[in-house]
């Protein structure tokens, strides 16, 4: 029989907020961590805003070695290693010296592209003609699996220890993959997340490609407006999330607190097929992809309490409600209720879905659903679609039983989630 | 520069690699880097471009790997500080 898994732990390392606690009271708030960096302007970008999270010297102590910290130069290590140990933390579970590690625990922790200040640091060295100057590090910070390598030897995990790579889907896609692990018997803990790097290195080929909005570097808390009219891009984030999946067995066995249960979901991709391509969604993937989310949870479309949506803040936003109005039947007052982390956050990349993972559990255990901001304006199309009381502009107190999160990222991949409130 | 000083120098540089700490409460000349100090052998580079550092020298592969001791890297030190 497939065992059941619940989320016993979480930690957060977001644009508007780091660490769990300070994370639901950004949400509860509309908190936005969308800044003006001069950097960007100085580099000539189009946009010149973007969120990271604001971490302290003395944070970072907390979480590495001074030896660990000489040369870190890997924001998306900083930022998943923050997460992913206050994950364990938060769920109760010891970090031991032991000989032998956790055989039972894992980790599946995602990133998009990893190190890329420290691999910048070792081009600039090797084409002076000076790799021998590298040092012990570049590999470790720049390799993918350096964020669950790191993250491996800081808690002694034993059992599965790797990363995943599907660009924005990557987060959510690390947590079923973890989740299917542990419901086939073959671990009891993952530690599952996504992190990314922040910087020009990995939001100039964002700002390239047009897609980032140019008009908001004044006023950059206004910038990030998922299903607005007035919405005209995304704003490039970074960060970390990480979740502790756990059997629930286990989790009772050792009186652990349990935020929800992940019911199940689903990955797959429109194989750049139909209006799929390498920077687009096919729509009929993606209603796949929710609708086996809701057939392997056994749950159907009607009880669906709210969505935490994709919803980048482009011209796609309604795209995404379509697809979802599809794929559950309901419309208009008889949709969920839908938000976007990336009015308060921006797109984090391949950290969103982990992030908003994070926001998602947190709304399904303590019954809120968090702004909308930015949201002042409605798009018309998805104003035609839904009932505007579906998208909370403010905070809302209600009771959210099963909730549905969804991420789609480049390459035609999709990924969807379902949450279930756990009663004891 | 005394033997004395470069040993001194050298104790400052490795010491955030020690995972042994009482192995630098007896510093000296026969002292190992791996087997005293137990410093991670991948570390062992970054060591040695700390010292490159610290005494403005270049030290080469083939020496790096006679660098076993304190007292190895002493005489390397001296060495290459004649050298330059």
């Given at each position: 029989m497939s065992k059941r898994v619940v989320i016993t732990g979480m930690g957060v390392a977001a644009p508007n907020a780091v660490g769990l606690r300070s994370f639901e009271h950004a949400l509860k708030n509309g908190t936005s961590g969308i800044r003006f960096f001069p950097e960007l302007e100085d580099l000539n970008f189009t946009c010149q805003i973007g969120g990271k999270p604001q971490i302290s010297k003395e944070l970072l102590s907390n979480y590495f070695t001074p030896l660990q910290l000489k040369g870190l130069n890997s924001s998306g290590i900083i930022y998943g290693v923050i997460s992913g140990t206050d994950a364990w933390k938060d769920a109760g579970l010891e970090i031991g010296d032991e000989k032998s590690p956790d055989w039972d625990s894992g980790i599946i922790f995602g990133t998009g592209i990893l190190g890329v200040d420290k691999f910048r640091e070792a081009i600039y060295l090797i084409d002076e003609g000076k790799t021998r100057r590298l040092g012990s590090t570049s590999v470790v910070q720049t390799m993918a699996s350096g964020i669950s390598a790191y993250l491996g030897g800081i808690l002694g995990c034993g059992n599965q220890v790797t990363t995943n790579s599907s660009a924005c889907t990557t987060g959510t896609e690390a947590l079923l993959m973890g989740f299917d692990r542990i419901r086939s018997g073959r671990a009891k803990r993952m530690l599952v997340g996504s992190c990314g790097d922040h910087g020009p290195y990995v939001w100039g080929g964002f700002d390239a490609m047009r897609i980032l909005p140019g008009k908001y570097n004044e006023n950059p808390k206004e910038a990030s407006r998922p299903m607005s009219a007035s919405a005209n891009g995304f704003v490039p984030g970074s960060g970390a999330g990480a979740l502790v999946l756990e059997e629930l067995d286990s989790a009772r066995e050792r009186d652990a607190h349990i935020y929800a249960e992940v019911l199940g979901g689903e990955v797959n991709s429109g194989g750049q097929r139909g209006e799929g391509s390498m920077t687009a969604a096919n729509n009929e993937a993606v209603e796949r992809c929710i609708i086996g989310a809701i057939t392997n949870s056994n749950i159907?479309?009607?009880?669906?309490?709210a969505i935490n949506g994709h919803l980048t803040a482009t011209n796609r936003d309604s795209t995404e409600i379509r697809n979802w109005i599809k794929s559950l039947g309901r419309k208009g007052s008889d949709f969920p209720y839908i938000n976007s982390l990336k009015g308060m956050t921006g797109h984090c990349l391949s950290a969103s879905g982990a992030i908003e993972c994070v926001a998602s559990v947190l709304q399904v255990k303590n019954d809120f659903l968090f702004p909308n901001i930015n949201c002042v304006d409605i798009h018309p199309e998805i104003q035609e679609l839904i009932s505007e009381e579906r998208i909370p502009r403010q905070k809302t107190d209600t009771e959210i039983n099963i909730l549905a999160k969804a991420s789609f990222g480049f390459g035609d991949v999709n990924a969807v989630a379902i949450f279930k409130k756990y009663i004891a | 520069m005394s033997e004395k000083e470069i040993i001194e120098r050298l104790k400052k540089i490795v010491e955030p690699y020690v995972q042994r700490s009482e192995g630098l409460e007896n510093f000296q000349e026969k002292t190992d880097f791996l087997n005293d100090l137990e410093i991670n052998s991948a570390n062992l580079v970054d060591v040695v471009l700390d010292v490159e550092d610290e005494f403005d020298i270049e030290i080469d592969n083939d020496s790096m790997e006679g660098m076993l001791t304190v007292g190895d890297a002493k005489s390397i030190i001296q060495d290459k500080i004649k050298a330059e």
């Open positions: 159907s479309g009607n009880d669906i309490d | -």
